[in-house]
């Protein structure tokens, strides 16, 4: 199956700019990966398109996306996240104030995570943690249970 991004403003393909490019080719070469920019420069959309491609190509992967704040969270992370897969990748998608959750077709798990709720994330076993609006987190305890707990296979 040919399957392509979605842009989220849209029905087409998803079209980066040159840093989105260079970010969405290198990520997977480093440990820690981080997409700077200004107000609107698109990194949200980097983010979700970035964990979108390590989902879609390594089947059975499992992915934390997160944010700080639940609202920012649900209205803006989440909600790009799925406007950029496609539909047809979809197997099941769970999007209650008590759990966000997408399984796909080839069986790869991503989690929608309020970050200020680490306690609730103990027995979680990831491949990956992409994290929106890292500037709100008011704590380092977020993000080092969060990397207590990539010790997925892929």
């Not at 080719?25 to 200004?38: N, W």
């Amino acid at each position: 199956m040919d399957v392509w991004l979605r842009d989220p403003e849209g029905d087409g393909p998803l079209y980066l700019t040159e840093k989105q490019q260079h970010f969405f080719g290198v990520m997977e070469d480093y440990k820690h990966s981080a997409f700077i920019g200004g107000q609107g420069s698109g990194k949200t959309v980097t983010l979700c398109a970035s964990v979108a491609k390590y989902l879609l190509t390594r089947p059975k992967s499992e992915w934390l996306l997160g944010r700080y704040n639940y609202r920012g969270l649900v209205s803006v992370t989440w909600r790009t996240m799925m406007r950029i897969l496609p539909p047809e990748v979809i197997l099941y998608r769970c999007d209650t104030p008590q759990y966000l959750m997408a399984v796909l077709k080839n069986s790869s798990i991503l989690h929608g995570w309020n970050m200020s709720q680490w306690e609730k994330y103990a027995g979680l076993n990831l491949d990956g943690i992409g994290i929106d609006e890292v500037t709100e987190q008011r704590e380092k305890i977020g993000w080092q249970q969060g990397c207590a707990r990539l010790r997925g296979k892929r």
